[in-house]
């Protein structure tokens, strides 16, 4: 079956423009998990849904970040006034309740700020 | 401090030798995974482990959880070309409450031919 997709793939934008990040999770995996993952880092924690609720979002580094999942499916991480220190890779997980918490994880999308 | 302390951070070894990667941290684990990362994609889930003492293999992969589910290790025997890539490992801390993973900074393994 299909796995886990985001896009875009890749996204350059200037510093201080606003950005949204696209997650398509596998199909009945009711838990979604943003992740960031900088050059010669493992993936850091952002935010996690259960259903359309973030249950937890203490990975959010500040207010400019936010997420939304409004039908318990898809998701969009969204990024106002970006800032060159948000170019990284953002990872999108997701997740059946009960299986040892298994994430599988998408490609990612690649976010440049110039 | 990082939560998950991977080593060696790189290992660069000839095609047909054998490798361990080390995971270790001072928090327990309710469970723990393996991924493997290759450039451009994202983490590819090999194995998870869950009880202390637990081993798994996978072909010629071998993994093991600690008796005290606070370190693991990843073991390769024979190594090949396509075994290259970031090895990641991930936990889910027990008791914390939330079902994030934390991750080590993974461990990037070439196999020359």
């Known amino acids: 079956g299909a796995g886990v997709s985001q896009t875009p793939s890749n996204k350059v934008t200037e510093k201080g423009k606003y950005v949204e990040l696209r997650c398509d999770p596998i199909?009945?995996?009711?838990?979604l998990y943003w992740y960031r993952q900088s050059l010669g880092q493992g993936p850091e924690f952002l935010i996690y849904?259960?259903?359309?609720?973030?249950?937890?979002d203490s990975g959010l580094p500040n207010d400019r970040f936010f997420a939304v999942r409004p039908e318990g499916s898809v998701s969009t991480l969204k990024i106002q006034r970006t800032e060159r220190g948000d170019s990284a890779v953002y990872l999108c997980?997701?997740?059946?309740?009960?299986?040892?918490?298994?994430?599988?994880f998408g490609p990612g999308t690649r976010l440049t700020v110039l | 401090t990082q939560l998950l302390e991977q080593s060696p951070q790189f290992l660069s070894i000839q095609e047909g030798e054998n490798l361990t990667v080390y995971c270790n941290s001072s928090?327990?684990?309710?469970?723990l995974q393996w991924y493997r990362q290759e450039p451009g994609e994202g983490p590819v889930l090999l194995v998870t482990?869950?009880?202390?003492?637990e081993v798994k293999k996978l072909k010629r992969l071998t993994f093991q959880f600690g008796d005290a589910r606070k370190d693991s290790s990843l073991h390769i025997t024979a190594a090949q070309p396509g075994d290259t890539g970031l090895y990641l490992c991930a936990g889910e801390v027990s008791g914390a409450g939330s079902y994030q993973l934390t991750f080590g900074k993974g461990t990037k393994l070439s196999v020359i031919p």
């Open positions: 199909s009945g995996h009711t838990a």
């Open positions: 928090s327990v684990f309710s469970s």
């Open positions: 849904f259960q259903g359309t609720g973030a249950a937890d």
């Open positions: 997980a997701s997740s059946l309740q009960g299986t040892y918490n298994e994430q599988f």
């Open positions: 482990v869950v009880t202390g003492g």
